[in-house]
């Protein structure tokens, strides 16, 4: 697998053969292909790793100092960002030139063509089919529309299941500490989070698959169907998720023919080729105010159509999935994290109360509450097994139920 590696000196990426690695060999193939000895790295999920000042504020990235935690466990897969710092100086390995003409091999024409990068639109998605959970999704719209009344920018990441013919089934949608404007959505992640996300997703025996978005009232009047600063973030969240059948979800009002305003639901894939030239670092991030954002700029031409050209229009990246509709698993009525009103334990005991004629897993089965509780949980064993309860629809274990209902009467 690929882990790309982000320090002072940019990104760079290792490869790792083992798919059982630990901390430790991870180290051992920094020092090896970055030419950073193991004893001098400090390397985290977190990416404040690398706003730390003094050796004090370095040590509070613990979540990474196990030699022998396997990578998995970590929730570090193909494709993941690890942060690294390190003390010294070191040279970084910049391109390899390879001369021609009479002191080297000559370039062919066949060279020139296949060195080309060609765009072209992909009419397939790898996606069957993206069904929402009627509850999950409307939660989300329900919020953006009566609280934020679309003039901010909302996200969250979907999980849910694949079927092995292709079909995306979104059962939650968890919502990360996030800041919206009319423009721009930032998510400020908390690994910490979302690795209790990740454990109640494997207790449901669900997975990442997905990333939702809203677009403002104020996007409405431009023309296109996605930005080019939600085409790059869309982009590096699908090749972060490493999914062929990852889809991302935007969420907009339309007008009516009454002269009002629907919420709209649309879901693409970005395409095979969008996501080579991210991986390949083709995008240019920094992108000027006067730049069209409809298009999308490249580092350098690449071949759209028999033209060579640097700004590309989004809709080729976009690959438009189905979207359907179910009732999942779970509920959405307990408060949503990260929005603007706090959740409380208040919350949970009001939550438990209205359902108390409900046998006790009914009542828990609930994303959203299953968070709350995942904090006061150990996250490797207790969290996934509470999940689990829900999952099958079990019995929830005596010393489950009595901690639960004490942190609700404690409030």
């Known amino acids: 697998m690929m882990i790309r590696i982000r320090s002072r000196d940019g990104l760079e990426r290792v490869s790792i053969d083992n798919p059982l690695a630990t901390v430790a060999q991870l180290k051992s193939e920094i020092e090896s292909q970055l030419r950073v000895p193991a004893q001098a790295q400090i390397i985290s999920a977190n990416q404040n790793l690398l706003l730390a000042k003094t050796t004090d504020d370095l040590t509070r990235f613990t979540d990474m100092t196990d030699p022998g935690a396997r990578l998995s466990s970590l929730k570090i897969a193909h494709g993941s960002i690890i942060y690294l710092a390190y003390e010294g100086e070191r040279t970084v390995a910049g391109p390899t030139f390879h001369p021609a003409g009479s002191f080297g091999r000559k370039m062919t024409m066949d060279d020139l063509i296949a060195k080309q990068m060609r765009v072209s639109r992909q009419e397939n998605p790898h996606c069957e089919l993206v069904s929402f959970d009627r509850d999950a999704a409307n939660a989300f719209q329900h919020y953006v529309n009566e609280s934020l009344s679309f003039a901010v920018k909302r996200g969250g990441l979907m999980y849910g299941t694949v079927s092995e013919e292709g079909k995306v089934e979104v059962d939650f949608i968890y919502e990360p500490p996030q800041q919206g404007t009319e423009e721009n959505l930032i998510l400020l992640r908390d690994p910490e989070e979302e690795n209790l996300v990740e454990a109640i997703a494997l207790g449901l025996g669900m997975r990442r698959v997905g990333f939702i978005f809203t677009q403002t009232i104020s996007q409405d009047k431009k023309d296109y169907t996605m930005s080019n600063a939600e085409i790059l973030q869309a982009v590096e969240l699908q090749a972060e998720g490493d999914l062929k059948e990852w889809v991302t979800a935007v969420v907009k009002l339309k007008a009516n023919e009454d002269g009002g305003a629907d919420v709209h639901f649309e879901a693409f894939q970005m395409s095979d080729i969008c996501v080579r030239l991210f991986k390949e670092d083709w995008f240019e991030r920094d992108v000027k105010e006067e730049i069209d954002p409809k298009l999308s700029r490249m580092k350098k ?54 359902a108390k004629n409900l046998p006790f897993v009914k009542r828990i089965s609930d994303f959203h509450l299953l968070l709350l509780l995942a904090r006061f949980l150990d996250v490797n064993a207790d969290v996934p097994a509470l999940a689990g309860c829900v999952h099958t629809q079990s019995t929830v274990p005596e010393g489950y139920q009595l901690l639960i209902e004490s942190l609700a009467s404690a409030s």
Do not use: C, W, Y
Request: charged content about 30%; aromatic content about 8%; hydrophobic content about 45%.
């Open 301 to 354: 031409e690449v071949v759209v159509g028999v033209k060579d050209m640097r700004d590309v229009d989004n809709d080729f990246f976009l690959v438009v999935v189905k979207i359907f509709d179910h009732q999942g698993p779970l509920t959405s009525t307990f408060p949503i994290e990260n929005r603007i009103s706090p959740v409380t334990m208040r919350a949970l005991k009001s939550h438990l109360d209205r």
